[in-house]
């Protein structure tokens, strides 16, 4: 079956520090992949995602992420982080179906100290 | 680009009651439409995919009779809450596409709370 775990339930970092975000996923095939970031009471805004080609894909806010085929991973990373960066970090699979469905990990909630 | 819309944003009922959230694509029309569910501190369940002029798609576990689900036009789809009772109370999050493309896009969530 498809999953997506986010080992990190929690992670703390201090403004300026780098910061890495781990996925792996679980898909017979090579899926699309997402992050996406949820502040407090809000929807989901979607930071980058993957489809195919490069596999170091630019997303917003200075965020990027590196799908490695053989680790079945698609890491999220920013070189120095913001105290707005402060919320909660999805990671997605997307899969093609009869429908297109998009399975998420279980998120990681991200503190920020001044 | 690519914004959607939920309305209301908070919603408080009385038990017994039906609530109905509305989901729009504001910029692009969206054949495809999704319903997810969120608890506190957890992920989100996905409940159900409508494609316009179609019945929607329930996940496995959802009553497809306590959250009926309409998509009946390529900007709106409607999720309505029927009967709610207090272990409905949740975060509610709709999302859309378009045709032939790979990413949804969320609205900003409707937060359903019944007493």
């Known amino acids: 079956a498809q999953s997506v775990t986010q080992p990190d339930i929690h992670i703390t970092v201090s403004e300026g520090a780098s910061l890495e975000l781990r996925c792996n996923y679980s898909?017979?095939?090579?899926?699309?992949l997402f992050w996406y970031v949820q502040s407090p009471g809000q929807g989901l805004q979607l930071l980058l995602k993957?489809?195919?080609?490069?596999?170091l894909v630019q997303g917003i806010k200075g965020f990027e992420a590196e799908f490695k085929r053989s680790q079945s991973s698609f890491n999220l990373r920013k070189p120095s982080v913001h105290w707005s960066d402060a919320a909660e970090y999805f990671c997605a699979v997307g899969l093609k179906t009869s429908y297109d469905k998009v399975i998420f990990g279980p998120g990681t909630s991200l503190s920020v100290i001044p | 680009g690519a914004v959607v819309s939920q309305h209301p944003s908070w919603v408080i009922c009385k038990s017994g009651t039906s609530v109905k959230i509305e989901c729009r694509s504001l910029?692009?029309?969206?054949?495809?439409m999704f319903w997810y569910r969120q608890f506190p501190k957890q992920s989100l369940m996905l409940m159900a995919t409508?494609?316009?002029?179609?019945?929607?798609?329930?996940e496995q576990g959802v009553e497809k009779d306590k959250f009926l689900i309409n998509h009946a036009s390529l900007t709106l789809s409607t999720l309505t809450v029927t009967s709610a009772h207090p272990e409905d109370s949740s975060f509610y999050i709709c999302?859309?596409?378009?045709?032939?493309?790979?990413?949804?896009?969320f609205g900003p969530g409707t937060r359903l709370l019944v007493l």
């Open positions: 993957y489809f195919s080609g490069d596999t």
């Open positions: 910029d692009f029309q969206a054949t495809t």
């Open positions: 898909y017979g095939a090579t899926p699309y």
């Open positions: 409508s494609n316009e002029g179609s019945k929607a798609t329930y």
């Open positions: 999302s859309a596409q378009e045709r032939r493309r790979e990413t949804q896009y």
